[in-house]
């Protein structure tokens, strides 16, 4: 039997101000308040155990502190005219918290449904903060810490500090000793760079990046012409989603990194532009890359969303595969260095390109998750086996399906899992069914695999 209660947590002299949005919060906003009621799924969640279980008072106290430390969670985000947004950091303020009260049996469900109830429904930015808390208790302590934010507040970067920093303060450090310890860059001193001359020229900079990339690159990457019919005739169609869980891509990317002197990023993403090469008819190929933008100290630390894209494109990329990863190297390091920008800007000058018949295909989408900190063999043990003696290991499944998502037509998520790699992807059926998602994900790994064993790892 299941009991809710409400309880409060209460803010008071914390850092407080208002200011232009950054860069990172337009961009995100805008994406959030084009859904509307579809919003949610771009809500961050986290079902968090205690163990040993707490006391809600100490759990509220810990959460309190973890507000004073990151100006995101006390946020709100408020439209300026036609084309403005402001933020507004609350010094003080009252975050509600919901708490519900089963048996430790019920526990874990309790919590994947409380935090189905905080997650599944969007937030009002101009009014409350991007931060949502539930409880979980069982016989007077807190078993389950359930968190929904706002893609707002951070992404998933930023998710991983904020989990990392609430970890830290319930074992006893404070957020102003923290912060002493790692200064963290808060979202209204980020906002003052971005609008300083040195901020405004690298917005320039940053879209005349993108605008020359864009005229350059293919003007279409499937050649599929039977893809503008069916995207016509079948408008209420779903993306399908599957994911391959990989131990051999996991081992065979980091040695074919090492080997070749490059990131096992650069080794995914090289893989990735080959194989869509191969299969799409364009030897030239563009992605869209998530970028964390954190390459300073303090930008590292901070619980905000400040990822963004940057425009990829790779030249003869179906040529040699050992040539695309060598390339992808230095084509990423020029596009990350333009990966921050007035996302509405660009998108004006992107959507008078696309008008005249100039822009590239830029419905291909690359979106690397994983924390440099985390590797897949932190916590199980690393596998004796070749990669290639792994792939009988690889599962591939087909979790669900989404909407239609604007200029998307292929997705690629990477994730790190215990002992494996994971390729997440959506696509669209118009280009791409059930049967390429497939050969493109197996692709991928076998190519990274093929070369490990290539370099002497059979």
């Not at 937030?123 to 903060?129: I, L, T, V």
């Amino acid at each position: 039997m299941t009991t809710v209660e409400e309880r409060t947590i209460r803010l008071d002299s914390a850092r407080a101000g208002t200011g232009p949005a950054t860069w990172g919060q337009r961009a995100i906003w805008g994406v959030v308040t084009r859904l509307g009621d579809d919003a949610p799924r771009y809500n961050l969640r986290l079902d968090h155990p205690l163990t040993p279980p707490r006391p809600a008072a100490r759990v509220l106290a810990d959460l309190t502190e973890l507000l004073r430390m990151h100006d995101s969670l006390h946020t709100r985000l408020l439209p300026d005219g036609e084309d403005g947004l402001q933020q507004v950091v609350d010094g003080s303020g009252e975050l509600p918290v919901r708490a519900w009260t089963c048996s430790a049996a019920e526990a874990p469900a309790a919590g994947a449904a409380l935090l189905e109830e905080l997650a599944g429904r969007p937030f009002d930015h101009a009014r409350e903060w991007p931060f949502r808390v539930g409880l979980v208790e069982c016989e007077g302590l807190v078993h389950r810490l359930v968190l929904a934010a706002s893609h707002t507040a951070m992404d998933l970067w930023g998710e991983g500090r904020m989990l990392r920093d609430l970890e830290l303060i319930e074992a006893g450090q404070t957020a102003e000793g923290l912060l002493r310890a790692r200064p963290a860059l808060q979202p209204l001193q980020a906002a003052e760079v971005q609008a300083s001359p040195l901020g405004r020229r690298r917005d320039e900079a940053a879209r005349r990046y993108w605008c020359e990339r864009l005229a350059a690159g293919p003007r279409r990457i499937f050649h599929n012409p039977a893809a503008p019919r069916l995207a016509a005739t079948e408008p209420g169609r779903l993306f399908p989603n599957a994911l391959l869980r990989s131990p051999a891509l996991a081992v065979a990317a980091e040695r074919v990194a090492a080997a070749l002197g490059v990131s096992d990023a650069a080794v995914l993403l090289g893989a990735a532009s080959h194989q869509l090469a191969k299969m799409s008819g364009s030897g030239d190929v563009l992605f869209q890359v998530v970028v964390s933008n954190r390459f300073q100290p303090a930008a590292a630390e901070s619980v905000s969303t400040m990822a963004q894209e940057a425009v990829f494109l790779l030249t003869d990329a179906d040529r040699d595969f050992e040539d695309a990863v060598r390339r992808t190297r230095s084509v990423s390091f020029s596009a990350f260095r333009h990966a921050g920008y007035d996302k509405w800007a660009l998108d004006r000058e992107v959507a008078r390109l696309v008008e005249r018949g100039e822009a590239a295909d830029h419905s291909c989408w690359w979106n690397d998750t994983r924390d440099p900190g985390v590797g897949p063999f932190d916590t199980v043990e690393r596998p004796r086996s070749a990669p290639h003696e792994l792939l009988g290991r690889t599962e591939l499944g087909w979790p669900t399906e989404f909407l239609p998502r604007a200029n998307v037509s292929v997705a690629v998520d990477v994730l790190t899992a215990p002992g494996a790699l994971e390729l997440c992807m959506t696509a669209d059926p118009a280009v791409l069914g059930r049967a390429g998602m497939e050969r493109f994900l197996r692709g991928v790994e076998q190519l990274v695999v093929a070369e490990a064993g290539a370099r002497g790892d059979r």
